[in-house]
């Protein structure tokens, strides 16, 4: 008697989560759509695929006790770097008879069938290496460095293209130095590494909005570094493309069917970055005995100064 009771309340959970457990990977399924809507009509309905991440975001905190709906739900909100990777590595290419649209589809209707028929079930309980969270803290502390300075060039692309670039020539002698780009090469993927691994086991948690907020910050600049580094190193040592102001920037950011993917994946990396970093401030801060509500405020602050940044950079990109 007891075990039908029980079969028939998980039954019920699982009833009452398939919408939500449906939402993030539907959404990033319909994700191209908009952005070929958005290219053919008006940039306000490119702007609405920022509303798919900001589903996934709000469907993660509602599917706790579903583990593999819930590590969906983050890739969703990493559903515009993870399209524009596979644009980049299928869509310029001839080995393979399938292109970025296709992969896409195929992917996510997989996903969506997991996330649908998964049972809920609580995974065992990982605890976070704190060794590997300090090393991770203290490898985003040096790209928080590199990531200032580049952001900062960005902001000079609001005066024109001839002020961005001149702030990167002088800033080219110091990051591509033969000595100096290995070692941030070196460094980004140790954090993409030691991040998938803090981000895995923290998904195995019930976790607080804040908690949230850092796991899907944390995924989408994850998504974010492997298809931007990747695009970069194709660009300059297979194409011969320079990567300056012109190849990511430019008033096509909206228009040409291609490059509109990059509008929000540029956007929101920005916005994924301070919050990420905010999220991380938050944690040390109350590891030495702030109080919770610095400690949301940190967070507040980080996004709001984020959104701000981001606003103007992208103002400048497409001018």
């Known amino acids: 008697m ?10 019920g959970v699982a009833m009452t989560n398939v919408g939500a457990r449906a939402s993030a990977p539907l959404a990033a399924l319909l ?13 306000i309905v490119l702007a609405a695929s920022l509303a ?21 739900a983050h890739l969703a909100v990493a559903a515009p770097p993870l399209f524009s990777l596979l644009g980049g590595w299928l869509d310029f290419q001839h080995a393979i008879p399938i292109h970025s649209l296709g992969a896409w589809i195929v992917l996510w209707s997989v996903l969506l069938l997991t996330a649908v028929t998964e049972a809920p079930h609580a995974e065992p309980q990982r605890t976070s290496s704190r060794r590997l969270a300090v090393a991770h803290g ?6 928080t460095l590199f990531a200032a300075v580049h952001l900062a060039n960005h902001l000079g692309g609001l005066f024109g293209s001839e002020t961005h670039g001149a702030i990167m020539h002088v800033l080219r002698k110091v990051y591509r130095n033969p000595l100096v780009e ?6 980004l ?9 803090l981000l895995w086991r923290k998904l195995a948690r019930s976790t607080g909005w804040i908690d949230t907020l850092q796991s899907a910050s944390g995924a989408y600049m994850m998504m974010f570094l492997l298809s931007h580094v990747s695009a970069v190193l194709r660009a300059r040592h297979l194409r011969g493309i320079d990567t300056n102001w012109a190849w990511a920037a430019g008033p096509e950011l909206l228009t040409d069917p291609w490059t509109a993917r990059l509008a929000p994946y540029y956007f929101l990396a920005v916005i994924a970055f301070g919050v990420h970093g905010a999220c991380g401030l938050r944690t040390v801060a109350l590891g030495r005995g702030a109080s919770p509500v610095l400690g949301t405020r940190i967070v507040a602050v980080g996004a709001g100064v984020s959104i701000l940044v ?3 950079i992208f103002t400048g990109m497409v001018r």
């Open 310 to 312: 981001s606003g103007v």
């Open 189 to 197: 993927a140790f954090q993409i590494a030691t991040g998938s691994v």
């Open 52 to 72: 798919v991440p900001l589903v996934a975001l709000v469907a993660s905190r509602a599917i706790a006790d579903f583990p593999r709906a819930h590590r969906i």
């Open 31 to 43: 994700y191209p759509a908009i952005i070929a809507c958005g290219v053919r009509t008006s940039p």
């Open 138 to 143: 203290i490898t985003a502390a040096a790209i």
């Open 182 to 187: 290995p070692l941030l090469f070196a460094t």
């Open 2 to 11: 007891d075990q039908s009771v029980t079969r028939d309340r998980a039954y």
